[in-house]
């Protein structure tokens, strides 16, 4: 059974750094694409990066909304069934739930990702 579980939230202040991790188990993370989602109270869930199959970070291998490139970087490891998400220079816009995703194809349309983790809070404040 694929099971995806996401770490790594937590409370920081503007500016601050934080990494999500997402692990996941129950299928060969090298044959999925992972997308990290984010949704905030009263608003829709939104894609804030994706990585294809044995694409590691980057901006040549991956997708990011406008609002966080340049902040945000994602990165995979396929050995460790893991796929991060570090997050600089956080801001209060970017407080939500943080959701990893896994599915056949780089998509930044939730409906296209079959597999989810249960979400991890990320609140940005002073």
């Known amino acids: 059974q694929a099971q995806l579980v996401e770490s790594g939230g937590g409370l920081v202040q503007p500016g601050g750094s934080l990494t999500l991790s997402c692990t996941v188990s129950g299928f060969p993370l090298d044959e999925y694409v992972i997308g990290w989602f984010r949704q905030a109270p009263g608003k829709e869930r939104e894609a804030v990066s994706c990585?294809?199959?044995?694409?590691?970070?980057?901006?040549?291998?991956?997708y990011y909304a406008d609002s966080v490139k340049g902040r945000f970087t994602i990165s995979r490891d396929n050995a460790k069934n893991t796929v991060y998400l570090q997050m600089n220079r956080l801001k209060a816009e970017d407080t939500a739930v943080y959701y990893c995703?896994?599915?056949?194809?780089?998509?930044?349309?939730?409906?296209?990702?079959?597999?989810w983790g249960q979400g991890t809070q990320v609140t940005v404040s002073s």
């Open positions: 990585t294809g199959r044995n694409i590691g970070g980057g901006i040549g291998g991956a």
């Open positions: 995703a896994a599915g056949p194809n780089l998509s930044r349309d939730p409906l296209r990702y079959p597999y």
